[in-house]
């Protein structure tokens, strides 16, 4: 058989095991609406990643980008969900989810047919920046639409979610990687648009937004602010996100939640870029950093449901401090130089205890965030989420020249294991108990 038919059945196998993720995502959380946003998301986000990793990076050599240049391209994409999140989770609030759905499936097809039209760096930029706008609005559109459908068990159903959303991040480099062999970049963005279209289709069947949700389309002022059907200016727009943001930020829930999503990420994102430095200067190969990786982001798929569900039996901030405390026994492990096998037991510890955290950081949220708000709540927390990945890599190179990669792990692990003792504290004293089911959503 041809060598490049061959790549084609595993490509197409591979795709096929992958999209059983979803299947057994929405077989637990018995819902065919949650099935559906699965599905969507699951299209839209491999589609983006085909296009993020190795295509961008490639794509911007092309056209000349420098160094400095190509740092920007890459990660101007996460500055726009940091700036616009809570934006886009307060307009689903207040419009609806499905719309803003249909809005960002629109902007994740669309968008990809743009870069033919690219020449310089500087054009690829304005291009990142408006698809990164896509990403934006499915991060806490998406989140606001299952935890408002999951009851009780939010961390578990917001686990699988998770767990069918990250497929992307494998599908998708994969996918790009073998059409890159053939196919120019260009070429391959252009597909990445036909892709994210096919996510149109469970999207459209998504029906209305569910029950307990209110929605005004006509007007963004609350309801003592105007009357229905006035219409809007951007005063109106900025009052309203100003009132229900400042309300929002005086609940605990979404800046411990955001925080400790921060916290994590600047951890493991300075650990995404300062590891592999490390591992060569001790003897790894970098089939063996590549390994790493994989194996921690597949333990943190697999495990994602079930860390949820535990979350949801002995509670959510418990769950992020056991989370912690692993992560923080895992981080000084990397310097004992155990060999491969060592290295990547290592990385499935890890991705294990990041496993215990976010779907419980998200739960938190929908817990404590009255009805209506979850959206502003889940993009608030997002944009210190994002900050946290821009500033990891930041922070960690500082460190590293400060005290060595021996230095910057067991700075990490003291701060995680100082933290996780901090939220064992804090669930001691504080009242964290779900708010009154009045103003809850009904599931």
Same mark, same amino acid.
């Given at each position: 058989?041809? %060598?490049?038919?061959?790549q084609m059945y595993l490509l197409l196998w591979f795709s096929v095991v992958e999209m059983r993720v979803p299947t057994a995502a929405i077989k637990s959380a018995g819902s065919p609406a949650l099935l559906k946003i699965t599905f969507a998301d699951f299209i839209v986000r491999s589609a983006y990643q085909m296009g993020k990793t190795p295509l961008l990076p490639i794509f911007a050599?092309?056209?000349?980008?420098?160094? /400095?240049?190509?740092?920007?391209?890459?990660?101007?994409?996460?500055?726009?969900?940091?700036?616009?999140?809570?934006?886009?989770?307060?307009?689903?609030?207040?419009?609806?989810? %499905?719309?803003?759905?249909?809005?960002?499936?629109?902007?994740?097809?669309?968008?990809?047919?743009?870069?033919?039209?690219?020449?310089?760096?500087?054009?690829?930029?304005? =291009?990142?920046?408006?698809?990164?706008?896509?990403?934006?609005? &499915?991060?806490?559109?998406?989140?606001?639409?299952?935890?408002?459908?999951?009851?009780? %068990?939010?961390?578990?159903?917001?686990?699988? *979610?998770?767990?069918? %959303?990250?497929?992307?991040?494998?599908?998708?480099?994969?996918? +790009?990687?073998?059409?890159?062999?053939?196919?120019?970049?260009?070429?391959?963005?252009?597909?990445?648009?036909?892709?994210?279209? /096919?996510?149109?289709?469970?999207?459209l069947w998504l029906g209305g937004d569910g029950p307990g949700h209110s929605k005004t389309t006509l007007s963004l002022a609350e309801p003592d602010e105007g009357r229905l059907g006035s219409?809007?200016?951007?005063?109106?727009? =900025?009052?309203?996100?100003?009132?229900?943001?400042? @309300? $929002? $930020?005086?609940?605990?829930?979404?800046?411990?939640?955001?925080?400790?999503?921060?916290?994590?990420?600047?951890? @493991?994102?300075?650990?995404? +870029?300062?590891?592999?430095? &490390?591992?060569?200067?001790?003897?790894?190969?970098?089939?063996?950093?590549?390994?790493? *990786?994989?194996?921690?982001?597949?333990?943190?798929? $697999?495990?994602?449901?079930?860390?949820?569900?535990?979350?949801?039996?002995?509670?959510?901030?418990?769950? #992020?401090?056991?989370?912690?405390?692993?992560?923080?026994?895992?981080?000084?492990?990397?310097?004992?130089? /155990?060999?491969? @096998?060592?290295?990547?037991?290592?990385?499935?510890?890890?991705?294990?205890?990041?496993?215990?955290?976010?779907?419980?950081?998200?739960?938190?949220?929908?817990?404590?965030?009255?009805?209506?708000?979850?959206?502003?709540?889940?993009?608030? /927390?997002?944009?210190?989420?994002?900050?946290?990945? #821009?500033?990891?890599?930041?922070?960690?190179?500082?460190?590293?020249?400060?005290?060595? &990669?021996?230095?910057?792990?067991?700075?990490?692990?003291?701060?995680?294991?100082?933290?996780?003792?901090?939220?064992?504290?804090?669930?001691?004293?504080?009242?964290?108990?779900? =708010?009154?089911?009045?103003?809850?959503?009904?599931?």
């Open positions: 058989m041809p %060598r490049s038919r061959r050599a092309s056209l000349g980008a420098s160094d /400095a240049l190509l740092g920007l391209i890459v990660s101007v994409s996460t500055l726009t969900g940091m700036a616009t999140k809570p934006l886009f989770g307060l307009l689903s609030d207040r419009m609806g989810r %499905r719309l803003w759905l249909l809005i960002g499936t629109l902007i994740f097809a669309g968008v990809p047919f743009l870069y033919s039209m690219v020449e310089t760096p500087g054009q690829l930029v304005g =291009i990142r920046l408006l698809h990164g706008t896509a990403t934006a609005i &499915y991060g806490p559109v998406t989140v606001a639409y299952v935890a408002e459908r999951s009851g009780k %068990r939010k961390a578990e159903k917001l686990g699988w *979610f998770g767990m069918a %959303r990250s497929g992307g991040y494998l599908v998708g480099p994969a996918v +790009a990687g073998w059409l890159l062999l053939t196919m120019e970049p260009v070429t391959v963005f252009t597909l990445i648009g036909g892709l994210s279209m /096919a996510a149109f289709v469970p999207v219409k809007v200016s951007p005063v109106q727009v =900025i009052r309203a996100f100003a009132k229900r943001g400042g @309300t $929002l $930020l005086g609940t605990p829930a979404v800046w411990l939640s955001g925080a400790l999503e921060a916290a994590v990420f600047v951890i @493991t994102y300075a650990i995404k +870029a300062f590891l592999p430095i &490390y591992a060569l200067t001790v003897g790894y190969t970098t089939v063996e950093i590549g390994l790493f *990786f994989s194996a921690q982001e597949g333990a943190l798929i $697999l495990l994602k449901p079930w860390g949820g569900r535990l979350g949801d039996r002995i509670g959510h901030l418990r769950a #992020v401090s056991l989370g912690m405390f692993c992560l923080a026994l895992s981080l000084p492990l990397l310097l004992t130089g /155990a060999g491969t @096998t060592g290295l990547l037991a290592v990385a499935v510890a890890m991705g294990a205890a990041q496993a215990l955290i976010f779907p419980a950081t998200v739960a938190l949220i929908a817990e404590q965030v009255p009805a209506g708000k979850i959206g502003t709540g889940v993009g608030l /927390a997002g944009s210190l989420k994002n900050g946290g990945k #821009v500033a990891g890599p930041v922070l960690g190179g500082l460190l590293v020249v400060g005290l060595g &990669y021996g230095g910057l792990f067991w700075l990490f692990a003291g701060v995680l294991l100082a933290g996780s003792l901090a939220l064992l504290v804090r669930v001691r004293i504080a009242d964290f108990s779900p =708010i009154p089911r009045t103003q809850k959503v009904k599931s």
